[in-house]
């Protein structure tokens, strides 16, 4: 994340898109990822960029996705809502990158990008595109097979990250989960309780949850 902030704010073009170790494009990607952004005729002021749907391959073999037709513009936790896409790529506007940087913590290497793009699904849509520009099949040594430790070796990200998820989650049981998951990692970050409530966006929900946690683990060790 360090590298793709560096790369961010030295990059002049319109649009920037990250290509994981993992991922290739295929041949005419680049061409219809400009296509789809500069045939756009209405403003684009509230347009951040360019998504599509990744072809993940499972042993050589391409997953298939079930995707409504129809789309024009979305965000990414709408194409998760709606379909069973689980690996989006993402063309993004630079200018907008330049002010969401991954706010990378000093003494861990990771943070996941779902915490900015978190953020730009609030202000911003993306244009979508049906065809798969990319291909990707994750690595026995990647992150996204070891992610289990990747958090475990990163809890000030993901306590950051889970705090993002909590500040505009409506249903109640998913923000206590949220929560839940930001004190947990708060605490594996050596955070002490004050600082964890803090350090919340929802303090009192953080204390609230925080004495449910102790009664629960409290009934289960009687």
Same mark, same amino acid.
């Not at 993940?56 to 409504?68: D, R």
């Not at 990771?110 to 099949?137: A, G, K, N, P």
């Given at each position: 994340?360090?590298?793709? =902030?560096?790369?961010?704010? !030295?990059? /002049?073009?319109? @649009?920037? !898109? /990250? /290509? ?41 073999? *391409? @997953?298939?996705?079930?995707? *409504? ?5 979305? &965000? @990414?936790?709408?194409?998760? $809502? ?6 989006? =790529?993402?063309? @993004?506007? $630079?200018?907008?990158?330049? #002010? ?8 861990? +290497?990771?943070? $996941? ?9 609030? #202000? ?9 520009? &990319?291909? /990707? ?8 097979? +070891? ?7 990163? *809890?000030?990200? %993901?306590?950051?990250?889970? =705090? ?5 989650? %409506?249903?109640? &049981?998913?923000? =206590?989960?949220?929560?839940? #998951? ?10 002490? &309780?004050? #600082? ?6 929802? *303090? ?8 449910? !946690? ?9």
């Amino acid at each position: 994340m360090r590298a793709s =902030n560096l790369a961010v704010s !030295m990059v /002049c073009t319109e @649009l920037f !898109m /990250c /290509c994981d170790s993992d991922d290739y494009l295929a041949n005419n990607a680049v061409e219809k990822i400009v296509s789809r952004w500069v045939s756009y005729s209405e403003t684009k002021k509230d347009i951040s960029g360019v998504i599509f749907p990744s072809t993940m391959l499972n042993a050589g073999v *391409p @997953l298939k996705y079930n995707i *409504p037709q129809g789309l024009d513009k979305i &965000t @990414l936790k709408e194409l998760h $809502t709606i379909s069973n896409v689980n690996e989006a =790529n993402l063309v @993004l506007r $630079t200018d907008i990158l330049k #002010q969401y940087p991954f706010h990378v913590q000093d003494d861990e +290497n990771f943070i $996941t990008e779902d915490s900015v793009y978190h953020l730009l699904d609030r #202000q911003y849509q993306m244009l979508f595109v049906y065809d798969q520009l &990319t291909i /990707c099949e994750y690595q026995s040594d990647g992150y996204s097979k +070891n992610i289990g430790i990747v958090m475990s070796q990163n *809890p000030k990200g %993901y306590a950051y990250y889970y =705090n993002i998820l909590s500040e505009d989650e %409506y249903n109640v &049981t998913q923000r =206590n989960d949220f929560l839940k #998951q930001y004190i947990l990692f708060s605490r594996k970050a050596g955070f002490n &309780t004050l #600082q964890i409530i803090r350090r919340s966006s929802h *303090p009192f929900g953080v204390l609230i949850r925080m004495i449910r !946690m102790f009664f629960h683990q409290l009934k289960h060790n009687v």
